[in-house]
């Protein structure tokens, strides 16, 4: 998966420390929220994606090493869109192991305040 890459780098040993100061369903979804936006870069140039919000327009669910994201949106180039992903982590939930996403339509702007996604980084 792509967000192993990303953490290898040397210049995500901010985020690798980060990580390891999470419990383990926040470092799970951390994860997968990486792995969201490495996934929409590599599928399309065009989206840069810079955040994700899993829980915009409905909660995330995690089961066992299992979350879905069916309400998620994630940003590029200062507009939202709408993403639905499921996200598999290995069994000590350090690394994904697969992962599916949908990229929706963009996210109306009135809509921003309500669902919590900021204009701004």
């Not at 998620?72 to 599916?100: M, P």
Request: hydrophobic share 40%; with cysteine.
């Amino acid at each position: 998966m792509l967000s192993a890459k990303t953490l290898a780098d040397p210049r995500s040993r901010q985020a690798r420390a980060d990580l390891k100061t999470f419990a383990s369903d926040e470092r799970m979804v951390q994860l997968c929220n990486l792995e969201a936006m490495d996934q929409i870069r590599h599928w399309r140039a065009d989206f840069q994606p810079e955040r994700v919000v899993p829980y915009a327009t409905a909660e995330e669910k995690v089961g066992g090493t299992t979350i879905a994201a069916d309400g998620a949106a994630f940003r590029s180039r200062r507009n939202w869109y709408n993403l639905k992903f499921k996200c598999q982590l290995a069994s000590d939930g350090a690394s994904v192991i697969g992962f599916e996403f949908l990229v929706g339509d963009p996210v109306a702007r009135e809509k921003w305040d309500e669902l919590g996604l900021p204009a701004v980084h």
